[in-house]
């Protein structure tokens, strides 16, 4: 299947992800806890059966990977689609419209594709490997900001933060210090795809999953920005943390992760 059509595959997939929950959107939801932050609601086991029908019926041949629902479908080795269904959940839980669906397709260990969708406001981050990151139809690209101090960076909190914070709350304190500003969203996949468009310079954060990253990142490498681990390693959809930058102030972000400061 070639770039094109699993792109076009990928987004029929993401807009009945984005059916399902807008049609749940600001309604009251049965939320269970998956951990004691950690929220899961109807509308993300719904908009991950809408997508999941649509890519194992588009292609039997792949294996999926999806948050809710584990690993299904096809051989890994014909190619993956990686799925978070609702990212964002806890702002979706709180009608805060700040989520999206983010599909990914994987194959030989690359990211091929990458697809972030956020139907309350409208907007689609696109990219497909070499061929550039798009918001809806336009070309998007990274900062060109060169100074920590004045760059605008993005975090999130892991799940488990009640037992680790003071760690996580030190880093913190750092960027705070050497930053313009710091934004906590709330959607990984959101994070990343705001740095690939310049809204935001940097951005970090730990205790992630492959489907909060895997479309994500991909689109910042396509917008020319920069994805690694917190020792400069690229990046790889298993890591559990991850450091995207617009390139410019990525080493200066590293070190200030460096844990022997
Ligand atoms: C979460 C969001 C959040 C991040 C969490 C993720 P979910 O995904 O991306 O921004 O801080 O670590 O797990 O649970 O809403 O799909
Ligand atoms: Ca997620
Ligand atoms: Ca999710």
Request: hydrophobic share 45%.
């Amino acid at each position: 299947m070639d770039l094109e059509t699993l792109r076009i595959v990928g987004f029929k997939a993401a807009q009945a992800g984005a059916k399902a929950l807008m049609e749940r959107f600001g309604k009251f939801h049965t939320v269970r806890k998956k951990g004691v932050i950690d929220l899961v609601t109807e509308a993300d086991m719904r908009a991950e059966q809408a997508i999941v029908e649509v890519l194992a019926a588009a292609c039997p041949e792949h294996a999926i990977l999806a948050e809710e629902s584990g690993r299904q479908g096809g051989d890994p080795a014909a190619g993956q689609w990686v799925i978070d269904p609702l990212d964002g959940t806890t702002n979706y839980a709180h009608h805060l419209p700040v989520f999206a669906v983010s599909i990914a397709f994987r194959s030989e260990g690359r990211v091929l594709l990458g697809i972030v969708y956020n139907p309350a406001t409208g907007e689609r981050f696109t990219a497909v490997a070499g061929g550039g990151a798009f918001l809806n139809d336009t070309p998007i690209g990274v900062s060109q900001t060169a100074d920590l101090g004045e760059s605008l960076l993005a975090t999130g909190f892991p799940y488990d933060i009640r037992e680790r914070a003071e760690g996580v709350i030190t880093v913190f304190t750092r960027f705070l210090k050497h930053s313009q500003g710091i934004r906590r969203l709330g959607s990984a996949a959101l994070d990343l795809c705001y740095l690939a468009c310049g809204r935001f310079d940097g951005y970090w954060e730990l205790n992630l999953k492959p489907w909060d990253t895997a479309a994500g990142a991909l689109i910042v490498t396509e917008a020319g920005g920069r994805v690694t681990d917190f020792t400069g390693a690229p990046y790889r959809i298993e890591r559990d943390h991850i450091l995207a930058s617009n390139a410019c102030i990525h080493d200066a972000m590293l070190a200030l992760l460096s844990t022997d400061r």
